[in-house]
Structures are given as structure tokens and as C-alpha cells.
């Protein structure tokens, strides 16, 4: 036989039963927004955390705060070709805003100096007379002339004159 009234104790056992659903729901909602939230604040941190000296220098030219030192030019003979070709360049040095780096920079220049020219007299006349050579030229400079500082590192190398012949 069906039950035509519910009594007011089954009316609160189904109240009941609807709550406890209501705050799971919440509850569980809670949970994956703090998760969510503890990701993005993680990943923040760990993608926007510079790497160490590297991470300041480029942290600091990226912001504009470089200087440049003009290294003159530089006409040397390539390798491998008994005089023949040669290579004429002007180059510029970029570093970032470092007084000790500065004072250090225009201490060794004459080191510097060697260090770009004998990079380049390794160079054959093939390895430099390409049209995408220049960037494999700076960064083989580049790497020549840090390995020569002991207070920082140059961000740059530009060619303001280039002439191989």
C-alpha cells in the first residue's frame, strides 16, 4: 500500500540528505580552485625566476640598461688562403650596466682585442664570405671575449663595417 503523507520525519531526512550533497559539491569546488591556484602561482614563480648572473645581464639589457665599447677596426688575414682574402671589420661590444665590468673591460681591451683578432684570423675565407656567416661569427667573439672577463659577460657583438676580400 503507497503512503499518501510523508510524515515531517521523512521530509527532513531527504532535507538532510540534499545539504551534505550541496557542501560536497562545494567542498570539492574549493579544492580544485586552491589547486588551481597553487599551479599558476608555481609556475609563475619558476618561469619568471631569472637563472642566475646570466639571467641579470640579460634581465638588464632587456631593459635597456647596456653600454657599448668600440673596439675600432680590424683588418686581418683569413686563414688558409696564403694572404690572398682578408677580412676588414668594425665591431662594437655590448654589455650591460656594470661599473666593475666597465673598469674591467677598459683594463684588458688590449686582450679583448687579441682575443676578437685571433677568432677571426681562424676563420677560413668560405666560413666568412657566407651570407649567413655574420651570427656564427659573433657568437664565436662572443664566447672568445667572456672567456677572457672575470666580473661579467658582453651580451653582444655587432659589425657596424664588414669587407671580405
Given at each position: 500500500?503507497?503512503?499518501?503523507?510523508?510524515?515531517?520525519?521523512?521530509?527532513?531526512?531527504?532535507?538532510?540528505?540534499?545539504?551534505?550533497?550541496?557542501?560536497?559539491?562545494?567542498?570539492?569546488?574549493?579544492v580544485?580552485?586552491?589547486?588551481?591556484?597553487?599551479?599558476a602561482?608555481?609556475?609563475?614563480?619558476?618561469?619568471?625566476?631569472?637563472?642566475?648572473?646570466?639571467?641579470?645581464?640579460?634581465?638588464?639589457?632587456?631593459a635597456?640598461?647596456?653600454?657599448?665599447?668600440?673596439?675600432g677596426?680590424?683588418?686581418?688575414?683569413?686563414?688558409g688562403?696564403g694572404?690572398?682574402?682578408?677580412?676588414?671589420?668594425?665591431?662594437?661590444?655590448e654589455y650591460p650596466?656594470?661599473k666593475?665590468l666597465?673598469?674591467?673591460?677598459?683594463?684588458?681591451?688590449?686582450?679583448?682585442?687579441?682575443?676578437?683578432?685571433?677568432?677571426?684570423?681562424?676563420?677560413?675565407y668560405?666560413?666568412?664570405?657566407?651570407?649567413?656567416?655574420?651570427?656564427?661569427?659573433?657568437?664565436?667573439?662572443m664566447?672568445?671575449?667572456?672567456n677572457?672577463?672575470?666580473?661579467?659577460?658582453i651580451?653582444?657583438?655587432y659589425?657596424?663595417?664588414?669587407?671580405?676580400?
Open positions: 500500500m503507497p503512503k499518501a503523507n510523508l510524515s515531517a520525519d521523512d521530509g527532513e531526512k531527504a532535507g538532510a540528505k540534499t545539504k551534505p550533497k550541496k557542501k560536497k559539491t562545494w567542498l570539492i569546488i574549493m580544485v580552485l586552491i589547486i588551481l591556484a597553487g599551479s602561482g608555481g609556475a609563475y614563480w619558476y618561469f619568471h625566476k631569472p637563472a642566475g648572473e646570466a639571467g641579470e645581464a640579460k634581465k638588464k639589457v632587456a635597456g640598461e647596456s653600454e657599448s665599447l668600440d673596439m677596426e680590424v683588418v686581418v688575414n683569413l686563414s688562403s694572404g690572398s682574402h682578408y677580412l676588414r671589420v668594425k665591431i662594437v661590444i650596466k656594470d666593475k666597465a673598469e674591467e673591460l677598459k683594463k684588458k681591451k688590449h686582450t679583448v682585442s687579441d682575443a676578437i683578432i685571433t677568432t677571426l684570423r681562424s676563420k677560413t668560405t666560413e666568412v664570405s657566407a651570407a649567413n656567416s655574420a651570427q656564427a661569427l659573433k657568437l664565436s667573439i664566447e672568445e671575449v667572456n677572457n672577463l672575470d666580473s661579467g659577460e651580451t653582444g657583438v659589425f657596424t663595417d664588414f669587407l671580405v676580400q
